[in-house]
C-alpha cells in the first residue's frame, strides 16, 4: 500500500480532517512510499523509533507525533535525533492525536467505555460535537475503592483516588483520555458521580472534594494505550497489513 493511500484511509476513519488540534493529524515526516509493516505505539520517542528500525518498520504510527502549537519550531538536540533517525532510515511518521481520542469504538475514549462495561454510553454535553468527554452508567452502583481496583486492573495501573467527602456510591460516570483533568467541572455540572482521566493536578484534588465528585487519575499513557492498539488492528483486519503494537512502558 502506498503511504498516501494510508493516510486517506486513516483520515476517513478517524474524521480527522473535520477536528481541530495541536498538531498536524496524518503523515508528519515521510519516508518510503511502499508500506508493508507498520510499528505502532503510543509516543514517538526515541525509544519507539529504535525499536520500529529493528523492526525494520516503514511506518511509525502514534498518537502522540510532532510539531505541537508553541513548541520550539527549530530541530535540534532531541528533536533533531528522533526525526534524523526516522530520515535516515526512511521510515514514515504518522500521528493522530484528538482524532483518536474520540473516535467511535477504536478510539482511546470509546476502548476505556469498553474495558470499564460501561452501560449506555453517550457525549456528556449534547452539544458537543464531535464528543471529547463521554458518560455512561456502571452495572451496578459500588464504592470508590472498588471502581478504583478494577481501573488498576483493566489499565494495568494503580489509579490515584481522590475521594469526595460524602464517599457516596458511584452509579454514573465521565471520562475524557490523557490531560484532560480540567473537565472535572464540566462532569460535576453535568451530575455524574465520577470523573476519569489520565492526569491530575494540584487543583483537582480541590474540584474534586468541593464539587462532591469521585476523580480518577489512571495516567495518561495508561488511558491512551488502546485506541492506538485497536487502529493497527483494525489496519490488520481490514487491509491485511503487518501491523505490531509496541507499549513503551510510562508510569505517567
Known amino acids: 500500500m502506498n503511504i498516501f493511500e494510508l493516510e486517506r484511509i486513516i483520515n476517513e476513519k478517524l ?27 503510543v509516543t514517538a520517542s526515541q525509544r519507539l523509533i529504535d525499536i520500529a528500525i529493528e523492526k525494520k518498520a516503514d511506518v511509525l504510527l502514534v498518537h502522540h507525533g510532532y510539531f505541537w502549537r508553541g513548541e520550539d519550531a527549530r530541530i535540534i538536540h532531541m528533536k533533531y535525533r528522533r526525526i534524523s533517525s526516522l530520515i535516515k532510515n526512511d521510515i514514515n511518521l504518522m500521528g493522530y492525536h484528538l482524532p483518536l481520542d474520540m473516535a467511535p469504538e477504536i478510539g482511546n475514549n470509546a476502548k476505556i467505555a469498553e474495558l470499564l462495561n460501561i452501560l449506555d454510553v453517550e457525549p456528556l454535553d449534547p452539544l458537543e460535537q464531535p464528543p471529547l468527554i463521554l458518560k455512561g452508567r456502571l452495572k451496578q452502583p459500588m464504592k470508590g475503592e472498588v471502581l478504583g481496583e478494577i481501573i488498576g486492573h483493566m489499565f494495568k ?34 451530575g455524574v458521580d465520577a470523573y476519569l482521566s489520565g492526569e491530575i493536578s494540584e487543583r483537582t484534588t480541590h474540584s474534586a472534594r ?9 495516567g495518561h499513557h495508561a488511558t491512551e494505550r488502546y485506541g ?25
Open 15 to 41: 474524521h480527522s480532517n473535520f477536528i481541530k488540534d495541536y498538531a498536524p493529524n496524518g503523515l508528519q515526516v515521510e519516508g518510503k512510499h511502499e508500506v508493508r509493516k507498520i510499528v505502532t505505539g
Open 157 to 190: 495501573r494503580k489509579p490515584l483516588h481522590i475521594a469526595p467527602e460524602s464517599g457516596k456510591l458511584i452509579e454514573t460516570i465521565a471520562w475524557c483520555s490523557g490531560g484532560a483533568q480540567d473537565y472535572i467541572d464540566k462532569a460535576a455540572e453535568f
Open 210 to 218: 468541593e464539587l462532591d465528585i469521585h476523580y480518577y487519575s489512571a
Open 228 to 252: 492506538i492498539e485497536a487502529l493497527g488492528e483494525w489496519l490488520k483486519q481490514e487491509y491485511q497489513l503487518d501491523v505490531e503494537f509496541i507499549d513503551c512502558d510510562n508510569p505517567v
